[in-house]
């Protein structure tokens, strides 16, 4: 697995190796709060894992975080008032995995708590193929309906009808509005206000349809769509638009192409696996000057390999990991 960071200039938008994770998990939750991207549980060799990492966008490290209290693949996760919270990834056949069917991590103290899922047998799936958080509540969507909890009132209920049979595939939230794209490959919107779907317009003739899906990110309040397609017999492109967009004064969704191009080529067989947008601040000195910048357009691409992981991975002891610019290109 390779991650990737978008590097955004005038004439040319492209990606940039980052280093690579230190366990190869596949099936991964990920989220990202403030600078850092948290990769949370997946497996290796079909072996569910409870560890977390978290990669530091300002400085391109790896951090171990501490582990949940069990493992998990195929989780959801959503960030509520700066807590992580990490469903399902897991049968409840003990009563562990039952009272800890979710968890809760709080960054700040670094600890993890467990989520009174109640009682309720509809709310205990395994498998979670989509998340997303929408006014403060955290969406879950699972192979057969979807629910919805929220931590201020620490209240679970089911993801209305109109909603799960809409969803398909990763999704991002923009100003309340859950983005996907449809089973004719175009990006519609989902109002939870109205409970409708609404298809985006004005971007038909710059971007394709998305038939084998894509992958969507908020990047400071725009829409970025990132997707693979063929390019030549040994390599695939991977491309990316960023898209305004707005609700029209009927009601509508409109958005606009601000640019929309290929980043990069990776090997034939490759594919997304997921895109995250990370809020960065440093300081900037110009002309012996201090300037506070807000990277905002800074987000991070993971492309995994379709090819089985095999042996162990040994983590290493430190908790924090640095890596030099050679181990990029291993």
Known sequence: MQWFML????????????????????????????PKIYVIGGSI??????????????????EAVPSMRISREFAAAGVVDGRIYVIGGCVVDTWAKSRNWAEVFDPKTEKWDSVDSGKDDFLREKWMHGSAVVNERIYVMADRNGVVYEPKTKKWDSVESGLDLGWRGRACVVDGILYCYDYVGNIRGFDVRTGVWKELRGVEKR??????????????GKLVVVWERKGNVKEMEVCGAEIEVEENGEGGLWGRVEWCDVVHKVPIGSSI???L??????????DGRAQIILAYANYEIVLRRREMYTGLVNEPKKDF???DGDDVHK
């Open 207 to 220: 971007l394709p349809k998305f038939l084998c899906g894509a992958t969507m990110a908020n990047v400071g």
């Open 321 to 323: 990991l640095n890596f």
């Open 273 to 275: 696996v997921h895109c």
């Open 277 to 286: 947008a990370v809020s960065i601040q440093f300081t900037h000195y110009d």
């Open 45 to 62: 060799n079909d072996i569910p894992s409870p560890h977390v990492w978290a990669l530091d966008c300002r400085f391109h490290r790896w």
């Open 7 to 34: 590097y955004q200039n005038p004439t040319k938008n492209s990606l940039i190796p980052l280093p690579p994770a230190p366990s190869p998990l596949v099936g991964s939750a990920f989220v990202a709060v403030g």
